[in-house]
């Protein structure tokens, strides 16, 4: 296929296009992948946004078709992505109640084998309106192996070092999109580069190829290019992908690529000394 960018250090890489066609066009073998697909939440409800209410319909692509239609598209985007992998590589896949559990069957029925299902817990998470639920605080993120028997790699001490020493768990305490990753412009799913720079971390050598079918503002990109990995997006609007490349553009001025990198570090140690900090004293009370 015809690229729709490609940069001009070849380690960023664009293809505009729905991501079950677009697979099937190519045969290249990816390190990590990581999918953020639709969670079918666009039904017409509203949340909260910078204290104002907005409706939560992101687009036509994130409308539910009905349970078994949205259970054979995830089955058939996650096929594709396991014939995309390296045979020791690894897929991460993030979600809500709304779509977690159509992706965990779908990776065991594949072949995949789960290693985890981390708990992304948001610092800043919207209130709830109706007052009538639990306020919803957190997101899923399932990672998985392509093969049950090839060995996987997992950065396990740096993971702990990050951690202060201690094993990290499948808990993470991190904040939702900060307003300095929005320099470029906004997309509405965006995930933050402290959530996608540990996942990048955690489970790719450096200079590894890592790929993500729905590419959206690219932040999966920017974090791979951050830490010295390149990077294939895949989406379908073309005003996210020209949001992608003025993010790459962005980084390519050292100075706001040292502080973006800045930012990450000083985030991450933050939110990771508050979660330290609540294990101390839970595990201070327990009877054993």
């Avoid at 995949?112 to 709830?128: E, G, Q, R």
């Avoid at 932040?219 to 294939?232: C, D, E, F, K, V």
Wanted: net charge positive; with cysteine; glycine share 6%.
């Amino acid at each position: 296929m015809k690229a729709y960018y490609k940069s001009a250090d070849r380690g960023f890489t664009l293809l505009q296009g729905d991501c079950i066609d677009v697979m099937s066009s190519f045969d290249f073998k990816f390190d990590m992948i990581f999918a953020d697909p639709p969670y079918f939440l666009s039904n017409g409800g509203i949340s909260v946004q910078n204290g104002k209410m907005v409706s939560v319909n992101k687009g036509d692509w994130d409308r539910s078709h009905g349970v078994d239609e949205d259970h054979a598209f995830n089955r058939t985007w996650l096929r594709l992505c396991r014939e995309k992998l390296k045979s020791n590589g690894t897929i991460w896949v993030s979600g809500t109640y709304h779509n977690i559990f159509s992706i965990a069957k779908n990776l065991t029925e594949l072949g995949y084998k789960i290693l985890n299902c981390i708990t992304w817990v948001k610092t800043n998470p919207p209130p709830n309106l109706s007052c009538r639920y639990f306020t919803h605080s957190a997101e899923y993120i399932l990672w998985a192996r392509k093969e049950a028997a090839t060995p996987h790699f997992f950065n396990y001490e740096l993971m702990k070092e990050i951690n202060g020493g201690r094993q990290m768990r499948d808990v993470w305490i991190l904040p939702a999109i900060a307003k300095w990753e929005k320099s470029c412009g906004k997309h509405p799913t965006q995930k933050p580069l402290s959530l996608l720079s540990r996942i990048i971390l955690s489970s790719t050598h450096s200079g590894a190829w890592i790929f993500d079918p729905f590419a959206g503002s690219s932040t999966t990109g920017i974090a791979s290019n951050l830490l010295g990995r390149r990077y294939l997006g895949v989406d379908m609007c073309k005003e996210y992908l020209d949001l992608s490349i003025r993010r790459k553009k962005e980084i390519e001025n050292p100075v706001v690529r040292d502080e973006l990198l800045s930012k990450l570090n000083r985030q991450s140690a933050l939110y990771q000394d508050h979660l330290n900090d609540c294990m101390v004293e839970y595990e201070s009370k327990l009877p054993f």
